[in-house]
């Protein structure tokens, strides 16, 4: 049995923020919490489209049946048919090739023409998928509930065999423009390690893109690092931090300090240079890594928990300080 719920919006900036959050909530009522991430950034992107090109109300329709959900963006322009990439796509662009993130993301996509409308839309897959392993390593990740983390970006992923690299950050400021920026990024640098750019070249050429895109004036924080298994033991960690707070290494003796040098925001000055840190991490080491989200009431009790099963008890405080109700991803070497 297929369930359909959809919501109609106004040609309003705001607008946007209101389409994310009732693709999340639906899709939280539906259970398919391994689709909402990509859900919601894919309806961010549609519905601006909507508001800034079509220029018309539109509306978003959810629909739940047979192990994936399907979203659609409905706007009134029938004129405008939108691109899809080709050959003749700028090979630095990470961003604004027509339809190449529903292509990234999506199971199935597709752009359908009626007589007084047009409609994009998009399925996901809802079956659980494996959790990315890394050998020698353990990785965690916990996200304050009950607050939306549009502006804060979080990713682990596989960059090539045997590399894998991380990403976690925040756009500076509120408003519909953070999700946007925060696809952006991340969908950026997968795109750009696939191609085999370091990792200080890539925050570079990131750099460079949100800069072109113009997202507003926005800036955004980011910290990116790459791990590898070192010969024996251990895994060596290469790192670049563009004005987020630096990650802290923990040692099994309970010392805590952090790590790299905070160098420039992204978006703020073309032709940033950004140079990464090289550290070699041994086994029993921890690494905490925190959005810098909006400052909470209390500690997320889910991030005490976690750390106080993999830290010394000494160093909890500190790291919930930090925290500052974000996200936190924790990378154990074993």
Wanted: charged content about 20%; aromatic content about 4%; overall charge neutral.
């Amino acid at each position: 049995m297929r369930t359909i719920v959809r919501a109609a919006y106004p040609a309003d900036r705001t607008a946007v923020a209101q389409a994310r959050r009732f693709v999340r909530e639906t899709l939280i009522g539906w259970g398919a919490d391994d689709a909402i991430d990509d859900a919601v950034l894919l309806t961010s992107e549609l519905a601006t489209n909507a508001v800034i090109h079509a220029g018309t109300p539109f509306e978003v329709i959810c629909r739940a049946g047979g192990g994936s959900v399907q979203v659609e963006v409905v706007d009134g322009d029938t004129t405008r048919v939108l691109p899809a990439p080709g050959k003749g796509d700028d090979a630095d662009r990470i961003s604004g090739r027509g339809l190449l993130m529903p292509i990234m993301l999506a199971a199935e996509w597709g752009v359908s023409y009626a007589a007084g409308s047009k409609t994009v839309w998009f399925r996901l897959g809802t079956r659980a998928t494996p959790a990315l392993v890394i050998p020698g390593v353990e990785h965690r990740l916990v996200r304050p509930a009950g607050r939306p983390l549009d502006g804060d970006l979080y990713d682990v992923f596989e960059a090539a065999p045997g590399h894998w690299r991380f990403s976690v950050g925040g756009v500076c400021g509120t408003g519909p423009e953070t999700a946007t920026l925060t696809g952006l990024a991340r969908h950026g640098l997968r795109l750009l390690a696939a191609e085999g750019h370091e990792v200080a070249a890539a925050v570079a050429r990131l750099n460079e893109a949100i800069l072109r895109e113009g997202v507003h004036g926005r800036l955004m924080t980011l910290l990116h690092g790459e791990l590898v298994r070192r010969p024996g033991a251990g895994v060596r960690l290469t790192l670049v931090s563009a004005g987020h707070p630096p990650p802290l290494r923990l040692t099994p003796s309970g010392e805590a300090r952090s790590l790299t040098g905070t160098q420039r925001l992204l978006g703020a000055v073309h032709g940033s240079h950004f140079a990464g840190e090289t550290v070699d991490l041994d086994p029993g080491e921890l690494l905490v890594c925190v959005t810098g989200g909006a400052i909470a009431a209390a500690p997320d009790p889910d991030v005490a928990r976690l750390l106080a099963g993999w830290a010394p008890p000494e160093t909890v405080a500190d790291c919930l300080r930090r925290s500052q109700g974000g996200a936190v991803l924790v990378i154990r070497v074993r």
